[in-house]
């Protein structure tokens, strides 16, 4: 993956999985993005009472801080932003670990944060730094690495006097180097940004515990954390989301002057809750249209792939959901085509289509999607499915607000939502409406342009 869509840090820095491992073990994704729109988290949870609440406190207090620095303005186009999200470092019955990966914008500096979540998801027990690793051993070899010749202004004593302990960070490299990371302006100039010191492998292997030992294990060989008998599997990952359907679900005939037509789409994913979208499209062989995140697509590569070999369109919502109108060209031009770029890696096809979040554009933005050969998406239906978080309410807004030629806002993050879409189905196919993505629905879309309905 290009360097624009990995955890950044000066160091090594920590093996990304592809979260998917844990779909099954998720019970969901909760995400927060307040009515004036500045900031944007989302964050797992497992079903794990202590574990759940304690990764939750975590989001919760840094908006809760954020809310406080910067309270409301009325000029939107002021307020700093704050976007957290998380990626899967660690999967294993016996191990599971998230980074949750942080973002501030104020102004003209951005602010990176992480923190890594260690748990043992059958005990429903987080695993602290002192489970893992000798903390005694381990300080020493980090006050060994930060007097290194090549490492100059690193000072490990800022963070106390048991520094692995207070680390944001402690994860595994690809090579099995133990890593331990701190926050920019922790243990180094802020200009470094957030550090990272490895232990390498064969000094690592002294420091762990046995918990520590099936930690790194669960990074270096992954598997599903909730599979009944790990040593008889043959294949660490048996999902369905990797399996292509056999019959596309676009149907190049249907002439929307013709049929009435309608495009579902479904915004801020791919998730947990996507695989299940795609079993109920399929079954009733509806075409879709995604609007997905960058960083959602490096989350979860090989659902996206699915839901692309389905034959679903995928267009891009940026990388990390930032307002578009409040950046700068170069800001714009980066969260589009780091969008576009990782979808094409992943599917092989570059996407068409442009969802600017919170429907927020102008010529700027409309000269970038131009720029970068995509059209601008809003809809004309606005379910709310992600404020009622209702099935039933998604579905009866749906019904009410749908006419002919309507694209329609749903966001299959949530549950709710992905259980309401039989239901949508079914009510629309009474009303006669037929299913077609966005591009069948428009026609020939013509790039920077902005549609909200055929
Ligand atoms: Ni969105």
Known sequence: ?????????????????????????????????????????????????????????????????????????????????????????????????IVADGYEFAGASTQERWRTFWFDPVRDA????????????TNRELATSARRPDAPGLDLSAVGADPVTSATLLAFAEDGSLLVGY?????????????????APEATEWLLTDAGRAARSATLTPRDPIAEDPGDLPNPSPSTASTPSSAPAVDETVDCRKSKCVALTFDDGPGPFTTKLLDHLRKADVPATFFMLGQQVELYPKI???????????????????????LDTQQVRREITSSIKVVKQVTGKRPRLLRPPYGATDRAVAAEAKRAKVAQVLWDVDTLDWKTRSAKKTIKATLKDTRRGSIVLLHDIHSTTVA?????????????????TVSQLLGKA?????????
Not at 183 to 199: K, S
């Open 126 to 137: 987080p695993l602290a730094a002192g489970d893992l690793v000798d903390t005694a051993a």
């Open 446 to 454: 013509k790039p920077g342009r902005v549609y909200s309905r055929a």
């Open 1 to 97: 993956m290009s360097a624009a869509t990995e955890l950044t840090a000066t160091g090594t820095v920590p093996r990304i999985l592809d979260a998917g491992l844990i779909s099954d073990a998720m019970k969901g994704v909760e995400s927060r993005s307040d009515t004036t729109r500045h900031f944007f988290a989302n964050w797992p949870l497992f079903g794990l009472e202590r574990v759940d609440a304690v990764i939750a406190d975590y989001y919760t207090d840094a908006i809760e801080q954020f809310s406080t620095d910067y309270p409301t303005s009325p000029d939107i186009n002021a307020l700093p932003e704050l976007n957290l999200g998380w990626h899967l470092v660690a999967s294993s019955p016996r191990a599971v670990a």
């Open 420 to 436: 309401a879409v039989p239901g949508i189905i079914e009510g629309l196919r009474a009303k006669g409406y037929t299913f077609v």
């Open 183 to 199: 926050d920019a302006c922790e243990v180094a100039a802020c200009a470094a940004g957030r550090v990272t010191f490895a232990i």
């Open 304 to 326: 996206t792939r699915a839901v692309a070999a389905a034959g679903h369109e995928i267009g891009v919502h940026t990388w990390d959901h930032r307002m578009l109108t409040r």
